[in-house]
């Protein structure tokens, strides 16, 4: 595609919930980020992968975040009890060889209520 | 692992005067330091790019400079225009080996017409 398409653009869910936020990347791009963004602060890493394999989690909070890229292509960022405190933005971003230049999704915005 | 501090956190400066942003790192071994511009509702989207084997890099009116030794670098935007105004993120890849790339809090940039 043109850029990252991140879907849904903003998810409402009930605390305690399961959710989904899924990433398109850009067309052949071997690396994938999912960074999260609280208001006023700057985006912070959660996982990166190299194809298929999650190359670096050591940003995911706790054994609620998970995330897969079984085709590496599309990923899926799942979030299990979701708690008010999940409540950020997340973003997606891509690059066409892992260090490399990245581009950003729009974003998840992402609510517990 | 990498920390990144960001300065100032607001910025306010009338058109046509430069904008400095300062950013420290901790980690010696970090070899990318990107700059990102995010405007209300968007995207981080970068602007300028710096790797540890260059002290300095200009594009247009922006310009980067890096101190290795000092562990920090620094966002040069010159002749300033109100569609500057943004938030600006400073970020630092972790390491020497893998990926991860980690922000500052951002700086809030305003530029009065």
């Known amino acids: 595609g043109a850029g990252v398409s991140q879907t849904p653009s903003n998810k409402v869910t009930e605390k305690g919930k399961y959710v989904e936020l899924r990433c398109d990347p850009i067309?052949?791009?071997?690396?994938l980020y999912w960074y999260r963004q609280s208001l006023g602060q700057g985006p912070e890493f959660l996982i990166y992968f190299q194809g298929t394999g999650a190359a670096d989690d050591s940003g995911l909070p706790n054994d609620r975040f998970f995330a897969v890229r079984p085709e590496g292509s599309v990923s899926t960022l799942k979030i299990q009890r979701t708690e008010r405190g999940d409540s950020a933005m997340y973003l997606c971003?891509?690059?066409?060889?892992?260090?490399?230049?990245?581009?950003f999704g729009q974003g998840t915005r992402l609510t517990v209520v | 692992g990498e920390n990144v501090e960001q300065h100032p956190s607001t910025l306010s400066v009338q058109e046509g005067d430069s904008a400095v942003i300062k950013c420290t790192y901790s980690d010696s071994a970090s070899n990318y330091f990107p700059w990102y511009k995010q405007e209300l509702g968007k995207r981080p989207q970068l602007i300028i790019d710096i790797r540890s084997n260059v002290g300095e890099k200009k594009d247009q009116r922006i310009a980067v400079t890096l101190n290795k030794t000092a562990k920090h670098f620094s966002l040069h935007i010159t002749e300033t225009q109100p569609e500057d105004s943004a938030v600006y993120f400073c970020a630092a890849k972790d390491g020497a080996v893998g990926f991860k790339t980690i922000f500052g809090a951002g700086t809030r940039l305003f530029v009065k017409a």
């Open positions: 971003a891509s690059s066409l060889i892992v260090g490399g230049e990245a581009f």
């Open positions: 067309s052949g791009h071997t690396a």
